[in-house]
């Protein structure tokens, strides 16, 4: 089984800041990570993906996220923030070798940018 | 527009009533998957399918079920709802199964159980 873990519920920053999201996984077999948003009434939107390659992985809207297998953790970051960036921002995994594409969740980071 | 659709919006019924869930996904996307967001739970995969086959299934209670049908669609059934039922469900939709693909989410239903 594997878990994922959001170390932050709720990060306020200013905006043109830059932000820092941390999440950490565990699992028992590789997994492929992922971060997606949910901007207010919506659905998830995908933001990025680590599938292989290289550890530094970019993404939709200036996010970068970084692949750390020792630490097991996958931060997301983004040197400077818009308002419009005010949303809930998931990580999330999947193993690799599994049947079907079952995606497990962290609990979420809020992030709310002040003008 | 993530092009998943999904009816109703909004629900809210009573406790012991039994309600249906229904999701279009995306044009040619072939797996559909189920998705429970509540506040003490966070986001819980239920059920995913695969061109109308049952592929993976999660956390998701007896008393509830889905299918998807040939035309793609799928419906997510509730019954003897409870009051920690209510929840925002997601449906999203992918081309295939394998776990490197991107989903993609509709805007849910919000289940009010009373």
């Known amino acids: 089984a594997q878990s994922v873990t959001q170390l932050d519920s709720q990060v306020p920053v200013f905006e043109e800041a830059p932000v820092e999201l941390r999440c950490n996984y565990s699992s028992s077999v590789s997994v492929y990570l992922f971060w997606y948003v949910q901007y207010p009434n919506q659905g998830l939107q995908l933001l990025l993906k680590y599938l292989s390659g290289s550890t530094l992985v970019k993404g939709i809207n200036g996010f970068e996220a970084e692949f750390n297998k020792s630490q097991t953790s996958f931060h997301l970051r983004k040197p400077s923030v818009h308002i419009s960036d005010t949303a809930e921002y998931f990580c999330a995994c999947s193993m690799i070798k599994a049947a079907g594409n079952k995606l497990t969740f962290g609990g979420g980071t809020r992030v709310l940018v002040k003008p | 527009d993530s092009g998943v659709t999904q009816t109703p919006k909004h629900l809210i019924t009573a406790t012991g009533q039994r309600v249906t869930l229904r999701c279009s996904p995306r044009s040619g996307d072939l797996s559909v998957y189920w998705y429970q967001q509540s506040l003490d739970q966070g986001l819980q995969f239920l059920i995913q399918?695969?061109?109308?086959?049952?592929?993976a299934k999660g956390n998701i209670l007896e008393r509830f079920s889905a299918q998807q049908f040939p035309d793609l669609h799928s419906e997510l059934n509730l019954s003897s709802l409870e009051l920690g039922d209510s929840a925002l469900y997601f449906c999203?939709?992918?081309?295939?199964?394998?776990?490197?693909?991107?989903?993609?989410f509709g805007e849910g239903s919000r289940l009010t159980v009373l």
């Open positions: 399918y695969y061109n109308g086959e049952e592929r």
């Open positions: 999203a939709s992918s081309v295939q199964d394998a776990n490197t693909g991107e989903l993609f």
